[in-house]
T-cell receptor, first 115, second 115 residues
């Protein structure tokens, strides 16, 4: 068990380009979460999967944001037509079981810089 | 609205002295409370949680936290600080507004332990 991994660790892109981030959760963790963290703030919830089902996506920041978890394992977060305001750290977390009191384990994050 | 407040942006402590990092919360229903630590260039690491039971919760690296329902607080403590404890600490509460189990984070408190 190597923990939650995210790829890439850093991404620099030009405004208007599309970017995709990948998250590999701890194996057999049912729940997968995406958060965004900006400088000086705590992580902000974006979306959540239970197995392959995306059960909450209303917190995605705009319709430019989308996420998938096609086989209930890894997940991707895509941002289309990036804007400078999208520059942030994007964090993925996973947790075991279906009970929401299980702690979440976080990956190292993907730092996005939009120029 | 559910929220977490960390009233101190920074806490400075001398090595060997006790430390306290403060956290207060506002949530409907029973609070599920968590502390995470973030080291530079690393993801959030789980320290401890309060779900139910004893108000004093013990966690990783010698940290503990005291749940106080009447004061809606969940302060993080350690009897003797180490220089290696210097990091960014986040308090979080489970969002009880839905069934997804996402966390609501405070803005974080930077702990600086001087030799």
């Amino acid at each position: 068990d190597t923990g939650v991994s995210q790829d890439p660790r850093h991404k620099i892109t030009k405004r208007g380009q599309n970017v995709t981030f990948r998250c590999d959760p701890i194996s057999e963790h049912n729940r997968l979460y995406w958060y965004r963290q900006t400088l000086g703030q705590g992580p902000e919830f974006l979306t959540y999967f239970q197995n392959e089902a995306q059960l909450e996506k209303s917190r995605l920041l705009s319709d430019r944001f989308s996420a998938e978890r096609p086989k209930g394992s890894f997940s991707t977060l895509e941002i289309q037509r990036t804007e400078q305001g999208d520059s942030a750290m994007y964090l993925c977390a996973s947790s075991a079981g279906l009970a929401s009191y299980y702690e979440q384990y976080f990956g190292p994050g993907t730092r996005l810089t939009v120029t | 609205a559910q929220s977490v407040a960390q009233p101190e942006d920074q806490v400075n402590v001398a090595e060997g002295n006790p430390l306290t990092v403060k956290c207060t919360y506002s949530v409907s229903g029973n609070p599920y409370l968590f502390w995470y630590v973030q080291y530079p260039n690393r993801g959030l690491q789980f320290l401890l949680k309060y779900i139910t039971g004893d108000n004093l919760v013990k966690g990783s690296y010698g940290f503990e936290a005291e749940f106080n329902k009447s004061q809606t607080s969940f302060h993080l403590k350690k009897p003797s600080a180490l220089v290696s404890d210097s990091a960014l600490y986040f308090c979080a509460v489970r969002d009880n507004g839905g069934s997804q189990g996402n966390l609501i984070f405070g803005k974080g408190t930077k702990l600086s332990v001087k030799p």
